[in-house]
RNA sequence: GGAUGUGUAGCUCAGCUGGUUAGAGCGUUCGCUUCACACGCGAGAGGCCGGGGGUUCGAGUCCCUCCACAUCCA
């Protein structure tokens, strides 16, 4: 697939080259000509390691585009590049990640609705508003069917996904946009569904009633990965517990849930606490009995040192309950309030009055006020609450600290609760190439970590329903333990909307029928199969995978940020381990952060995101795209506007710089066997060594290394080379001399534009274009073999000197550069001298040293100098 | 509290396995209509390489320690 430059052809070069239009110009020659097409046939026929697959990140479409997503693609797209000129299919494609609570959110405020799953589908629903939905207040919203919510998030994905292609596209994102996957649509969810059926076949997938998070806002399930812990103001009460030996006290934050307390935890090496523990005490206001128990992971220094565990305060609340066996007495329930109800080991305590008149139904808020007074009443109360801060457990998302519920939950299991399967997925985070390599510390503390499986149910609507039915006994009460499953081939199914095989409609919710799983899997239970999704492992659903699927996974490199290395990356982990035994990629490359120039996280809450689509209108994609690749994988980058300008001049002097090099007149025959001068030599040399430098960075996932490299020739080439050479290549020398210098300026720029088509891919393929047919970004990357051999790289070096020495005397005797030296004497070791010696005639005409020039011998290691140099200004042009 | 990373010129960053006088770009200062480019060209100034200790003939680079910042996890 990669061709060999074509034959140079007339050079058509604008007369004033610009960087205006390129990218509407090149933006539809790329998407007509398919050039960044994924040649799906020609993979087919060969072999594997003839592909470079790329496990594009699906951008949540509903989310806001920032310079994050422009700065890891644009790192993405440099390495795509790359690998494409190496020869390589790449495969890459894109897909859009629409499922989830962001979407929902998204649609409940453009529209001004929300999702009721009690409602009856309307087929000729038309939202309130269309993007101007005043309130935001859930009281405003109107409530509409599940299967109406859903149609809507459609809708507004497709709008939303318009915006981001548009970006991408004006980006030069070498995508191959016929590759692409929603992770809501038919192709995704079957295949998010297959995966989970299969986990369930093997065991890995299972359905347990355990105390969960819960998020008592958006009602639901909560995983480990979504937590996050917030400093929460709080209050310790000291309360009293009745022992037979007078009061007990503890501190605690949460006193409403005295009425869940099912025992007291010390510290088994707490001397205070020794003679109580194994004896028992009375909760105040309900005289519940509960006993005094020795756990190690009470805190000693904290409060009073011994806690009240309730069903379920925190987390270290379920750990006790399950290591010490202790009973469930629950009172808080999914709404976040305490159940109305009196519960029943409180029927017959003198608080159950209490209970039912000042408590029940109550958010926990409330109940804490009125509990705390009815301490106050009864004395068992000592002092008054004092402030403190706490960490809480938030849903990422959420605004409310999460509850402790127990509820009936599909897992997945990932070694949160299996030594060996931990190991095991440790270990295969060693299979994985990181860049850089420390980013893996990251994935290792996150799994040795873990203390439960993967929670895949979400009371959600807008995702990839659980494919799971279960029957109704004789009582109408659901049967877990017999799901009724459908076949792979079936596969996308609704339970809530289509039957179970063998049932019909119905039967739904009658006994002796079924009832549908209510829940949606968990958002990343499906983008964790992205590389399933985009390389066909499903196929056409009948069992075998699209023949395509062998020969683009594993995958070769997922790209991410560092932030979701415990949800995207280790969830992909899990599910191609589970599924196939193996890593899903063998690079995971990860991409930092945009910090604002005061090092924040540029974010939309502080007011300092700036959109992406008018800094690309304002510097170019190729200078927008210069600033991204000068920042290296895993390190935050500043959002600096002075690096897009430099990389806008560095645009334009490719522009400039070429159009000169091209300007001397037509080459023809083998380039390389015209290459006669010494100078021309070296220059070809220098580029040598920076072929090697820039793939060598590339090869090392250091793109910006490469560019670095070749960047600072290119500089040196005009600024030095060009300047040196001009004269000659015009023809004052005589026509060999000439084509020396011409067939040196054609070879070098076809190799740089080649060296800088992965980063700048507009202005590489418009200059490109002027001498060849055929894209610059199908070429070969360069190798050093296509440039001739035996040139002196110190030459260009010490002309360079020579040259900057006669152009500092011009500068500081403030003459313009065209002011001639009628005489000089060069100083410089002997070394040197006899590299200058062989460029004579290039320094003369470059520095217009019109008469004597002399050379005497400096010292070993001595810099380059002049001395006994003469200047004659040009005489200022009458006006 | 633990893990990881960062700390080099006013700013943004190079400096790989220790080796001459620490580099680049931007900015700044001083110049220059030089026939590709004034979105240009040339030149200059600017640094106890976060602090302290150690290893070494030699440390920005390796080790220890402290400080500051960032992210993730408790």
């Given at each position: 697939m990669t061709e060999h430059p074509p034959a140079p052809r007339a050079a058509a070069i604008p007369e004033r080259p610009s960087l205006e239009g390129l990218e509407e110009k090149w933006g539809t020659v790329w998407a007509q000509q398919g050039t960044?097409?994924?040649?799906r046939e020609a993979a087919l026929a060969?072999?594997?390691?003839e592909v470079f697959s790329i496990d594009t990140p699906p951008p949540t479409a509903s989310g806001s585009l920032h310079m994050g997503h422009v700065f890891s693609y644009t790192h993405t797209d440099c390495m795509a590049r790359y690998k494409r000129m190496r020869g390589l299919r790449v495969f890459y494609p894109i897909g859009w990640d629409d499922n989830g609570l962001p979407t929902e959110k998204r649609v409940q405020n453009y529209y001004g609705v929300r999702g009721d799953a009690s409602l009856p589908y309307d087929p000729g629903f038309e939202p309130?508003?269309?993007?101007?939905?005043k309130s935001t207040k859930a009281a405003d919203e109107m409530p509409i069917s599940r299967q109406n919510f859903i149609e809507l998030c459609d809708e507004l994905t497709v709008e939303d996904e318009k915006a981001f292609e548009s970006l991408f596209r004006r980006l030069g994102f070498?995508?191959?946009?016929?590759i692409s996957y929603r992770t809501v649509d038919d192709h995704s969810r079957a295949t998010s569904q297959q995966a989970f059926l299969r986990n369930v076949a093997r065991g890995e997938a299972y359905q347990s009633e355990a105390p969960g998070l819960w998020d008592v806002t958006f009602q639901t399930a909560v995983a480990q990965a979504e937590l996050e812990a917030r400093d929460y103001p709080g209050a310790y009460h000291r309360v009293a517990f009745h022992g037979t030996d007078g009061p007990v006290y503890i501190e605690t934050?949460?006193?409403?849930l005295i009425p869940s307390c099912v025992a007291l935890i010390a510290h088994?090496?707490?001397?205070?606490?020794h003679a109580l523990i194994g004896s028992s005490v009375r909760t105040p206001l309900f005289d519940v009995e509960v006993p005094v128990l020795a756990h190690?992971?009470?805190?000693?220094?904290?409060?009073?040192?011994i806690a009240m565990c309730c069903t379920f305060g925190d987390l270290t609340d379920v750990l006790w309950w399950r290591e010490l066996r202790l009973p469930t007495r629950s009172v808080v329930t999914r709404t976040g309030r305490l159940q109305s109800e009196v519960p029943p080991w409180l029927a017959?305590?003198?608080g159950a009055a209490l209970y039912a008149e000042r408590?029940?139904?109550?958010?926990a808020f409330s109940a804490r006020t009125a509990l705390v007074e009815a301490l106050r009443e009864s004395g068992d109360l000592d002092g008054e609450p004092t402030p403190t801060q706490r960490k809480a457990n938030f849903y990422?998302?959420?605004?409310k600290p999460l509850e402790i519920v127990t509820t009936r939950q599909w897992y997945i299991r990932n070694g949160g609760r299996e030594r060996e399967l931990n190991a095991r997925l440790v270990a295969q985070g060693r299979e994985i190439e990181f860049?850089?390599?420390?980013?893996r510390s990251r994935y290792t503390n996150w799994v040795e970590g873990l203390?439960?499986?993967?929670?895949?149910?979400?009371?959600?609507?807008f995702g990839v329903p659980i494919p799971v039915w279960y029957p109704l006994d004789a009582d109408g009460?659901?049967?877990?333990?017999h799901p009724i499953l459908p076949a792979?081939?079936?596969?996308?199914?609704?339970p809530a909307a289509q039957a179970p095989p063998?049932?019909?409609?119905?039967?739904?919710?009658?006994p002796g029928g079924f009832v549908g799983d209510p829940d949606v899997l968990d958002t990343w239970a499906t983008s964790s199969l992205t590389p399933q999704i985009a390389g066909g492992w499903?196929?056409?659903?009948?069992?075998?995978?699209?023949?395509l699927f062998a020969k683009v996974f594993p995958m070769d490199l997922r790209p991410q940020a560092h932030d979701i290395i415990r949800t995207w990356l280790f969830a992909t982990v899990v599910r191609a381990f589970h599924?196939?035994?193996?890593?899903?990629?063998?690079n995971a490359a990860i991409s930092g952060w945009i910090l604002d120039p005061d090092r924040k996280k540029m974010s939309k809450s502080k007011g300092n995101v700036v959109t992406p689509e008018d800094v690309v209108r304002e510097h170019s994609a190729d200078a927008v795209r210069y600033w991204a690749a000068s920042g290296r994988l895993g390190t935050d980058a500043a959002y600096d506007v002075g690096q897009m300008k430099v990389g806008r001049r560095l645009a334009i002097k490719v522009l400039n710089a070429s159009k000169f090099a091209l300007s001397f007149g037509d080459v023809e025959g083998d380039l390389a066997a015209q290459v006669t001068d010494p100078l021309d030599r070296s220059v070809l040399a220098v580029l040598r060594e920076v072929v090697e430098r820039a793939t060598a960075g590339f090869e090392a996932w250091d793109y910006t290394r490469s560019l670095e490299a070749t960047e600072t020739f290119f500089w040196t080439f005009c600024d030095d080379y060009l300047e040196l050479v001009k004269d000659r290549a015009y023809g004052s020398r005589g026509e060999a001399a000439a084509a020396s210098a011409r067939a040196t300026l054609r070879l070098a720029l076809d190799v740089v534009l080649r060296l800088l088509a992965p980063v700048l891919p507009y202005v590489t393929e418009e200059v490109w274009s002027w001498t060849h047919e055929g894209s610059v970004h199908r070429a070969?990357?360069?190798?050093?073999?296509?440039l001739p051999d035996?040139?002196?790289?110190?030459l260009l070096e010490a002309v360079g000197a020579a040259l900057a020495v006669v152009r500092k005397a011009k500068s500081e005797a403030k003459v313009g550069m065209r002011a001639e030296v009628p005489t000089a004497t060069l100083v410089a070791p002997a070394r040197v001298l006899d590299l200058v010696r062989a460029a004579e005639a290039d320094l003369r005409a470059a520095g217009r040293l019109t008469g004597r020039l002399e050379y005497a011998e400096g010292a070993d290691g001595a810099e380059v100098a002049a001395r006994d140099l003469e200047l004659v200004p040009v005489a200022k042009p009458a006006r």
């Open positions: 960044y097409a994924f040649d060969g072999e594997r390691a309130p508003f269309r993007g101007n939905a070498s995508l191959d946009w016929d934050t949460r006193p409403e088994p090496d707490d001397e205070r606490y190690p992971s009470a805190e000693m220094d904290k409060g009073a040192g017959s305590s003198p408590l029940g139904g109550k958010t990422e998302r959420g605004e860049h850089p390599a420390f980013m203390n439960g499986d993967w929670l895949v149910s979400r009371q959600r609507f009460e659901p049967d877990h333990d792979e081939s079936d596969l996308p199914v609704d063998g049932y019909t409609d119905d039967q739904r919710g009658v499903r196929g056409a659903g009948s069992g075998e995978p699209d023949p599924e196939h035994g193996t890593v899903p990629w063998t070969s990357w360069p190798s050093v073999q296509e035996g040139g002196d790289p110190a």
